[in-house]
């Protein structure tokens, strides 16, 4: 990575991750994405910044397009950027800039008329139909250099442009580079300039790397080079390297798609080097696939269904080595299995950041498993402008998490000091989906469950985390938590004490609110963290407490008894 200085936005190594640095201090990003083309408009964004603040949020994720700002090659216009820049700067929100350069969803309809309609210069990739029949894509061809520099010469651009207006300020604290990269309809571009690439020899660098790097590979990777391990070959055209497949024609994308989009980032952070990723389209058919949708819907199954050659996890190994100017590869997540993909995206110690989920109350509930679990930087909702304060979800989520951030970031720190978690409504037949979590702390364990009541458990989310010792922070609701000694000689572990906590208004650290007991621990069972509406299921005495700070603190014990104590 290269040199920057510490007064702009950067990230900064920490323990199995990194942390975003803002104005010199670790920033947990409580972010959310604008509907596609929100931010071409500053006219109308400022008929959004306040809600996006009545929602918590506290960074706003929006594109900055190529054909808003190079209408006419070689003339820039940066007005309504900048008109952007202002209004979020007036309201104390932080900006991620989306390029949408050469690429937006697998598609090139965000590149200007003049490279649209100029097929000469900037040629398209084709599609192999049936019948030998080529199809002309609505997306330009990774393999003519004419697309990227010119792209690469505009993002230039638009990063010494951010650097004037904004480096004293830090509104903008990092960039997107393209948008949900890859071929769409086709595993592989079938025209004749890469058609001669394919029948070329693999660059050996490639192979190399795949070669030395084969015991840290993504698991998911090596999945789809066992054809490339049982030949052994370091030489030869693709289809010779890794076999004649689908999963082949993804491998030689993704490759020239990570050059192309290296060569742009390279050029981008010369002249400001902010934080710089790329965003994935996941493949919604694949083993953590977790929805009932067609797939024509979200896009899955062949490389080609969902867009080939972007970072999906069996090529992210391809991507992390050959875009080094990108710090991160970034997922996101709207149909898989939320926690498996943040585990996934999390290979080689690289940091989680969800630039788009789900912006219903399943996925703010799943913020805090990103958060807590995976050390996250941001989990981001999309479409946020469609919704009001009053309706979001995340203002409920975000409120919570924007009290507490300082306490967060500190545990992230400590990677081992914390666990996120979330209770999703149970089953229409009461059956529950969502598992305990279990994890151990020191000399404890705890077991998470929902919260107790005596009609329906409602959904919840938190964190727990461990402040040392025997003692404990709990922040969220909807569950409960229940400790146990891992001394062998444990004969009880009880609750020594357990504290309702509030954040200061003025010293942003935690006082006591009320000292808890009784019926709140479930006479000294366990821990609990109630919604705010529990079900009494019509039973009269409401012995579960609705939730008010949903911050507590406890502290357990251990009795070790001999047998002439009993």
Same mark, same amino acid.
């Given at each position: 990575?290269?040199?920057?200085?510490?007064?702009?936005?950067?990230?900064?190594?920490?323990?199995?991750?990194?942390?975003?640095?803002?104005?010199? #201090?670790?920033?947990?990003?409580?972010?959310?994405?604008?509907?596609?083309?929100?931010?071409?408009?500053?006219?109308?964004?400022?008929?959004?910044?306040?809600? /996006?603040?009545?929602?918590?949020?506290?960074?706003?994720?929006?594109?900055?397009?190529?054909?808003?700002?190079?209408?006419?090659? %070689?003339?820039?216009?940066?007005?309504?950027?900048?008109?952007?820049?202002?209004?979020?700067?007036?309201?104390?929100?932080?900006?991620?800039?989306?390029?949408?350069?050469?690429?937006?969803?697998?598609?090139?309809?965000?590149?200007?008329?003049? *490279?649209?309609?100029?097929?000469?210069?900037?040629?398209?990739?084709?599609?192999?139909?049936?019948?030998?029949?080529?199809?002309?894509? $609505?997306?330009?061809?990774?393999?003519?250099?004419?697309?990227? $520099?010119? $792209?690469?010469?505009?993002?230039?651009? /638009?990063?010494?442009?951010?650097?004037?207006?904004?480096?004293?300020?830090?509104?903008?604290?990092?960039?997107?580079?393209?948008?949900?990269?890859?071929?769409?309809?086709?595993?592989?571009?079938?025209?004749?300039?890469?058609?001669?690439?394919?029948?070329?020899?693999?660059?050996?660098?490639?192979?190399?790397?795949?070669?030395?790097?084969?015991?840290?590979?993504?698991?998911?990777?090596?999945?789809?080079?066992?054809?490339?391990?049982?030949? %052994?070959?370091?030489?030869?055209?693709?289809?010779?390297?890794? =076999?004649?497949?689908?999963?082949?024609?993804?491998?030689?994308?993704?490759?020239?798609?990570?050059?192309?989009?290296?060569?742009?980032?390279?050029?981008?952070?010369?002249?400001?080097?902010?934080?710089?990723?790329?965003?994935?389209?996941?493949?919604?058919? &694949?083993?953590?696939?977790?929805?009932?949708?067609? *797939?024509? *819907?979200?896009? %899955?199954?062949?490389?080609?269904?969902?867009?080939?050659?972007?970072?999906?996890?069996?090529?992210?190994?391809?991507?992390?080595?050959?875009?080094?100017?990108?710090?991160?590869?970034?997922? $996101?997540?709207?149909?898989?299995?939320?926690?498996?993909?943040?585990? #996934?995206?999390?290979?080689?110690?690289?940091?989680?950041?969800?630039?788009?989920?789900?912006?219903?109350?399943?996925?703010?509930?799943?913020?805090?498993?990103?958060? =807590?679990?995976?050390?996250?930087?941001?989990?981001?909702?999309?479409?946020?402008?469609?919704?009001?304060?009053?309706?979001?979800?995340?203002?409920?989520?975000?409120?919570?998490?924007?009290?507490?951030?300082?306490?967060?970031?500190?545990?992230?720190?400590?990677?081992?000091?914390?666990? &996120?978690?979330?209770?999703?409504?149970?089953?229409?037949?009461?059956?529950?989906?969502?598992?305990?979590?279990?994890?151990?702390?020191?000399?404890?364990?705890?077991?998470?469950?929902?919260?107790?009541?005596?009609?329906?458990?409602?959904?919840?989310?938190? /964190?727990?985390?461990?402040?040392?010792?025997?003692?404990?922070?709990?922040?969220?609701?909807?569950?409960?938590?229940?400790?146990?000694?891992?001394?062998?000689?444990?004969?009880?572990? &009880?609750?020594?004490?357990?504290?309702?906590?509030?954040?200061?208004?003025?010293?942003?650290?935690?006082?006591?609110?009320?000292?808890?007991?009784?019926?709140?621990?479930?006479?000294?069972?366990?821990?609990?963290?109630?919604?705010?509406?529990?079900?009494?299921?019509?039973?009269?005495?409401?012995?579960?407490?609705?939730?008010?700070?949903?911050?507590?603190?406890?502290?357990?014990?251990?009795?070790?008894?001999?047998?002439?104590?009993?």
């Amino acid at each position: 990575m290269a040199n920057h200085s510490k007064s702009i936005p950067h990230l900064e190594k920490i323990e199995k991750s990194q942390q975003l640095i803002v104005n010199g #201090k670790p920033f947990l990003m409580l972010g959310a994405e604008l509907q596609n083309s929100s931010m071409t408009s500053a006219a109308y964004m400022n008929t959004v910044w306040k809600k /996006l603040v009545g929602m918590n949020i506290n960074t706003v994720l929006g594109c900055v397009t190529w054909e808003d700002i190079e209408p006419v090659e %070689g003339k820039f216009d940066f007005s309504e950027l900048d008109g952007v820049i202002e209004g979020a700067r007036a309201n104390n929100l932080h900006l991620v800039l989306l390029w949408f350069g050469s690429f937006k969803n697998g598609l090139s309809t965000y590149c200007p008329s003049w *490279v649209k309609t100029n097929i000469k210069r900037f040629p398209r990739a084709h599609l192999r139909k049936a019948g030998g029949v080529l199809e002309t894509a $609505d997306v330009v061809s990774i393999f003519h250099k004419e697309v990227r $520099d010119a $792209d690469a010469r505009a993002f230039t651009n /638009l990063m010494r442009h951010v650097k004037k207006v904004d480096e004293a300020h830090s509104t903008v604290v990092m960039v997107q580079v393209e948008n949900e990269i890859g071929l769409l309809g086709d595993s592989r571009d079938g025209s004749s300039t890469a058609d001669k690439l394919f029948a070329g020899p693999v660059p050996a660098a490639l192979i190399e790397h795949l070669s030395s790097k084969w015991d840290t590979l993504h698991a998911d990777l090596k999945a789809n080079l066992q054809v490339f391990k049982g030949l %052994g070959k370091t030489s030869g055209t693709w289809e010779e390297v890794f =076999g004649a497949s689908k999963k082949t024609d993804e491998l030689f994308m993704a490759y020239h798609y990570a050059v192309y989009v290296d060569k742009v980032a390279a050029a981008g952070k010369k002249e400001y080097p902010l934080p710089l990723y790329t965003n994935v389209w996941q493949n919604y058919v &694949g083993s953590d696939g977790e929805n009932g949708f067609p *797939v024509i *819907v979200g896009g %899955g199954g062949d490389p080609g269904d969902y867009p080939s050659g972007g970072g999906v996890t069996n090529v992210l190994d391809i991507w992390n080595a050959f875009a080094p100017n990108l710090d991160f590869i970034a997922p $996101d997540i709207y149909l898989n299995d939320y926690s498996s993909s943040c585990a #996934k995206y999390r290979h080689l110690d690289q940091p989680l950041f969800i630039p788009e989920q789900r912006r219903d109350e399943y996925g703010a509930r799943r913020i805090w498993k990103a958060f =807590g679990s995976y050390q996250a930087i941001c989990a981001s909702p999309f479409g946020i402008d469609t919704l009001e304060p009053e309706t979001s979800p995340f203002t409920r989520h975000y409120g919570l998490l924007s009290s507490v951030k300082d306490i967060v970031l500190d545990a992230q720190r400590k990677p081992e000091s914390m666990v &996120g978690f979330f209770f999703d409504e149970l089953f229409e037949d009461g059956r529950d989906p969502s598992p305990a979590t279990v994890a151990r702390f020191g000399n404890f364990e705890v077991t998470i469950n929902r919260c107790f009541v005596f009609g329906k458990p409602g959904p919840g989310a938190g /964190l727990l985390i461990h402040q040392g010792g025997a003692k404990f922070l709990l922040i969220g609701w909807g569950f409960q938590a229940e400790f146990k000694s891992l001394s062998p000689k444990s004969t009880f572990t &009880g609750i020594l004490n357990f504290t309702e906590k509030m954040v200061h208004s003025e010293t942003g650290k935690l006082v006591t609110a009320r000292k808890l007991n009784g019926d709140e621990t479930r006479s000294g069972k366990l821990c609990m963290m109630p919604n705010e509406e529990p079900d009494y299921g019509g039973f009269p005495i409401c012995v579960t407490i609705p939730a008010r700070t949903m911050i507590a603190e406890c502290e357990v014990y251990s009795l070790e008894e001999e047998s002439s104590d009993r």
